[in-house]
């Protein structure tokens, strides 16, 4: 099993990115998720959202709501994090993991097994 993501870059605020996680060893209609996540210079890594391969539910943590979206294309094996609206503060390295949380942990680190190496994001005029 491999994750790995792409597409960060310097943006500015107010705009658009979207990041793509691609995916081996595993099927994105099989049972499991992928987790966005996120680490600030000097914070902890939080997460951003989820999504769950078999019943396709999305979650999402509250600062980014109505702004993310997380969703997957099997034609490329790729799940991608759509951002638009950024601010300042979603400036950060994002990671994607692979795991098989129940839908009540899905914002749980331990919960995943399989992680990226991470791209950087940078939201500044």
């Known amino acids: 099993v491999q994750v790995g993501e792409s597409g960060g870059g310097l943006v500015q605020p107010g705009g658009s990115l979207r990041l793509s996680c691609a995916v081996s060893g595993f099927s994105l209609d099989d049972d499991g998720a992928i987790g966005w996540f996120r680490q600030a210079p000097g914070q902890e890594r939080e997460v951003v959202g989820c999504i769950s391969f078999a019943d396709v539910m999305t979650y999402y943590t509250d600062s980014v709501k109505g702004r993310f979206t997380i969703f997957k294309d099997k034609t490329e094996n790729t799940v991608h994090l759509e951002m638009t609206n950024l601010k300042d503060e979603d400036t950060a390295v994002y990671y994607c993991?692979?795991?098989?949380?129940?839908?009540?942990?899905?914002?749980?680190?331990?919960?995943?097994?399989?992680w990226g190496q991470g791209t950087q994001v940078t939201v500044s005029s």
């Open positions: 993991a692979y795991g098989d949380p129940p839908p009540s942990a899905w914002r749980y680190e331990a919960e995943y097994t399989f």
